[in-house]
């Protein structure tokens, strides 16, 4: 299958810093990509979706302000997660699709981020 | 924050073992299913999709099953093994819209 990266693997930072967590699509372009959060023994949650070139769409109950998310490239997605807090801390997913063919293609996901905030 | 006594649905098999793992899924509408496994501590892994055109789709050791009568999919892995333990997801998705996750059954593989 394709391959999605992420990076950092793990951060920890200090409360009331910002923290950017990188995807890149590693072997095809990803015309959409998507941001999740998890929790422990929970599946995964949809924070936004964003294609290539434009603004993001966040689901209901994100601030958009706080979960900043840079789609510049087809291959390259950014999440900044802005003035982080104890309960920013969870596992965050980055994902991406490609379309082929006029049909969309499989969604293929990184390997996550751990973020602990202190 | 996690909630409170929140659980997943476990399957507990033994090595050698065939697994099905089942999963209701809610749009009728749906035209694309996948399923992931998800080990601890990293992201969801592909394992199979099958498109509503289908109701059976074989890959290696899987096989996915879906039955959009009654809108049910089913993941069978043969011969399972230790490394099978994960958590396994179903997703659905209609369109060019976003995936939609089921809640995610833990297989547990004994030796």
């Known amino acids: 299958g394709a391959v999605v990266s992420q990076h950092p693997s793990r951060v920890i930072c200090k409360s009331g810093t910002s923290v950017k967590i990188e995807c890149r699509s590693l072997d095809f372009q990803a015309t959409t990509m998507f941001w999740y959060r998890q929790f422990p023994k929970q599946s995964l949650m949809l924070m936004a979706t964003s294609n290539e070139g434009s603004k993001a769409t966040y689901e209901q109950g994100v601030e958009k302000d706080k979960f900043l998310i840079n789609h510049a490239s087809l291959t390259l997605s950014t999440l900044t997660v802005t003035s982080a807090h104890p309960e920013d801390s969870s596992f965050y997913i980055c994902?991406?699709?490609?379309?082929?063919?006029?049909?969309?293609?499989?969604?293929?996901f990184g390997p996550g981020t751990r973020l602990l905030v202190l | 924050g996690e909630s409170v006594g929140l659980h997943l649905p476990t399957l507990s098999v033994q090595e050698g073992d065939n697994s099905i793992i089942n999963c209701a899924y809610s749009?009728?509408?749906?035209?694309?299913f996948i399923w992931y496994k998800q080990e601890s501590g990293k992201g969801p892994q592909f394992i199979i999709d099958?498109?509503?055109?289908?109701d059976k789709r074989q890959g290696q050791r899987v096989t996915v099953l879906l039955n959009k009568t009654v809108k049910h999919l089913s993941l069978q892995i043969a011969a399972t093994q230790p490394g099978d333990s994960a958590v396994y997801f179903c997703a659905e998705i209609e369109g060019y819209s976003t995936l939609t996750f089921g809640k995610g059954t833990m297989l547990l593989v004994s030796p």
């Open positions: 099958i498109r509503s055109n289908m």
């Open positions: 994902s991406a699709r490609g379309v082929s063919g006029g049909v969309q293609e499989t969604q293929y």
């Open positions: 749009n009728s509408a749906s035209d694309y």
